[in-house]
C-alpha cells in the first residue's frame, strides 16, 4: 500500500488527507502546532471571534462543496449586508453598487457615486474603447488596472480591495496569480465592463459565506472524519527519498506533500520556491453599540496613510457574532508592530469616533504567515516544481493561491494526482 506523509495540518493538509480518506489509503499527518493553520475560532462569552479568515468566496466552489461533502450545509451563512465602503478624504464613501472589485457593471449607481471624481469615471469609461494590452507572461496589478481603468481607480479601488487582500502594493502583486480573470477577460472581451456586464447578475446571493459556530467548525469536522489518518505531532527537520525524518523519530513515505510556508518548505527541500511573507495582525475591537454603521465595513487606500488596512463590522457582517447591543470590529493591521491593538484602538476613535475603551479586545498576529504573490510568481513556482523529484509535493498558500478555496482545491487535487498516480 502506498504510504504517504502530509507535513502540515492546516486546511490544505487537512483537505488533501480528506481525499486519501475517501480513497480508503491511509495517511500519516504531521503538524507541530495545532490543526487548522491561521484558521482559528474562540469563543469569549456571547462574542465570536475568528483570528484569521471569517469566511471564503464563492465564486470558487472548493471550500463550498467540501462543507456540503462533510455535512456543514446547514451550518453555512451568509453575509447579512453586501454594503461595503472606501475610506477616502476624511469620510466613509459607499462603494456603487454592481461594482466588480474595480470594474463598474452598473451605470447608474457607478455615475451617482461621490467616490471617484468626473474625470476618474470618465477615465474608467475608456476601457469601452480601449484595445487589449499587449500579450506578456504576466503584469501587476497596478500596471493592469492603470492600463484599463486609470490611476484614480487603482488609488481608490484596486489599491485597497485587492491589494488588501495580499497585504502588498499593487505594483509588486502578480495579475496571473491572484486575479488570472481578469487577463482572461481583456483577452477574450476587450473590454472588462463589457464583459462583466454580460454575466448573469447573482441578485441577493452573498458573495461570501462562512459557518454559524465560526470557521474553526469545518476544522473540527474535517479532523474527527478523518478516522483513517494518523495525526503525529513534531517537527520535521528533514526529508530523503522514502523517509521524512522527525526531531525524534523516521516516518516511511512513498509520497511526502509538504503543505506549510514556502519558507518552511525551503528549509527542507532547498529548491522549493523562495516565496516573500509579511506579517499581519488582526485585532476584534467590541463596543457598546455607536453609530448607524450600515454595511460589513471599510478598506482605506495606501496614500491616507492610515495605521491600519481595513475594518470589518464583524457584527453587522454575520450573524451570532455578538449580542444586538453590542458593535464588534476587526481592524487589520500590516508589519511587526509593537502595539497593533493601540493603533486599532486609535483608528477606531479617529475614524468612527468609538466611544472611550472597548469592552473586550483580542489580538492574533500572524508572524510571516501571508504570502506575496510578486509579479512572475507562477513561473517561479513551475520551475520550482518541475525540479522536484516524483515523491515530493507542494501545496497549500504560497504556491498556488492564498484563500480557503484555493487551499482546499490544491490539497485535494495534489492527493488526487497521487492516487491517480
Known amino acids: 500500500m502506498t504510504r504517504v506523509v502530509i507535513v502540515g495540518g492546516g486546511i490544505t493538509g487537512l483537505a488533501a488527507a480528506y481525499e486519501f480518506h475517501k480513497a480508503g489509503l491511509p495517511a500519516t499527518l504531521v503538524e507541530k502546532e495545532r490543526l487548522g493553520g491561521v484558521i482559528r475560532t474562540e469563543r469569549h462569552g456571547d462574542l465570536l471571534i475568528e483570528g484569521g479568515p471569517d469566511s471564503f468566496i464563492v465564486q470558487k466552489p472548493a471550500a463550498k ?80 488596472v492603470r492600463r484599463r481603468l486609470g490611476r484614480e481607480a487603482l488609488e481608490k479601488l484596486a489599491e485597497p480591495i485587492m491589494a488588501g487582500i495580499h497585504v502588498a502594493s499593487a505594483d509588486e502583486l502578480s495579475l496571473k496569480s491572484t486575479f488570472p480573470r481578469f487577463a482572461d477577460l481583456e483577452r477574450e472581451h476587450r473590454s472588462l465592463i463589457k464583459a462583466l456586464r454580460r454575466i448573469p447578475p447573482s441578485g441577493n446571493l452573498s458573495p461570501f459565506l462562512s459557518l454559524r459556530g465560526g470557521m474553526s467548525e469545518l476544522v473540527e469536522k474535517l479532523t474527527s472524519t478523518l478516522t483513517s489518518t494518523t495525526f503525529v505531532t513534531g517537527d520535521v527537520v528533514g526529508l530523503a527519498p522514502g523517509k521524512v525524518r522527525l526531531s525524534d523519530r523516521e516516518l516511511d513515505a512513498d509520497h511526502v ?38 454595511g460589513t465595513g471599510f478598506v482605506i ?3 491616507e496613510n492610515r495605521k491600519i488596512l481595513a475594518c470589518t463590522w464583524t457584527s453587522n457582517k454575520f450573524e451570532g457574532r455578538a449580542p444586538d447591543d453590542r458593535l464588534l470590529l476587526r481592524c487589520f493591521v500590516k508589519g511587526d508592530v509593537a502595539d497593533p491593538e493601540k493603533q486599532a484602538r486609535d483608528e477606531m476613535r479617529d475614524l468612527l469616533h468609538a466611544p472611550g475603551e472597548p469592552l473586550f479586545s483580542k489580538v492574533f498576529t500572524w508572524k510571516e504567515r501571508n504570502p506575496v504573490y510578486e509579479v512572475g510568481h507562477a513561473a517561479k513556482v513551475a520551475a520550482a516544481e518541475s525540479k522536484l523529484p516524483p515523491w515530493l509535493h507542494l501545496a497549500g498558500s504560497g504556491f498556488h493561491g492564498p484563500g480557503i478555496p484555493d487551499c482546499i482545491k490544491d490539497g485535494r487535487s495534489v492527493a488526487r494526482k497521487i492516487l491517480g498516480g
Open 65 to 144: 462543496e467540501l462543507c456540503e461533502e462533510l455535512g456543514l450545509g446547514d451550518r453555512l451563512i451568509p453575509t447579512k449586508s453586501r454594503k461595503v465602503h472606501v475610506w477616502s478624504e476624511g469620510r466613509l464613501h459607499e462603494m456603487p453598487e454592481g461594482l466588480f472589485l474595480t470594474v463598474p457593471t452598473k451605470v447608474c449607481p457607478f455615475l451617482k457615486s461621490d467616490l471617484i471624481s468626473t474625470w476618474g469615471k470618465l477615465r474608467m469609461g475608456l476601457d469601452l474603447i480601449l484595445p487589449r494590452g499587449p500579450e506578456v507572461e504576466d503584469e501587476s496589478i497596478g500596471s493592469f
Open 257 to 294: 506533500i509538504l503543505a506549510i510556508p514556502a519558507p518552511a518548505a525551503k528549509r527542507l527541500w532547498p529548491d522549493a520556491p523562495e516565496v516573500r511573507y509579511v506579517t499581519t495582525s488582526t485585532v476584534s475591537l467590541c463596543y457598546p453599540k455607536f453609530g448607524d454603521l450600515e
Open 301 to 303: 487606500p495606501r496614500g
